[in-house]
Nanobody, 126 residues
């Protein structure tokens, strides 16, 4: 079965860094888009970044540009999200998700993604 497992969340002070990991199994990793999403209390789930494993192209929402870096290690079926210069507004549960490539996937529309991990909490204190 398809499985995505996130890890690496935690509590960090503003300006600090975290690296999230998403380990995938049960599908052809190299054919898929893998995205990172987040959901803060009382807010809708929103896209952060995604990567096309088939070509290595990366995409970022404006809130993440210049601070976050997505990367993929296909040998390990793992996608990473390096988060630097963290801000309190980055506080959320972070999810990774996978889907076969589509316009909506690259646009990071949550409903476009088929498979989701359980989430990992990121808390940024001021």
């Amino acid at each position: 079965e398809v499985q995505l497992v996130e890890s690496g969340g935690g509590l960090v002070q503003a300006g600090g860094s975290l690296r999230l990991s998403c380990v995938a199994s049960g599908f052809t990793f190299d054919d898929y888009v893998i995205g990172w999403f987040r959901q803060a209390p009382g807010k809708e789930r929103e896209g952060v970044s995604c990567i096309g494993n088939y070509d290595g192209a990366t995409y970022y929402k404006n809130s993440a540009k210049g601070r976050f870096t997505i990367s993929s290690d296909t040998a390990k079926n793992t996608v990473y999200l390096q988060m630097n210069s963290l801000k309190p507004e980055d506080t959320a549960i972070y999810y990774c998700a996978a889907v076969y490539p589509s316009f909506q996937a690259l646009r990071m529309v949550p409903a476009a993604y088929d498979h989701w991990g359980q989430g990992t909490q990121v808390t940024v204190s001021s």
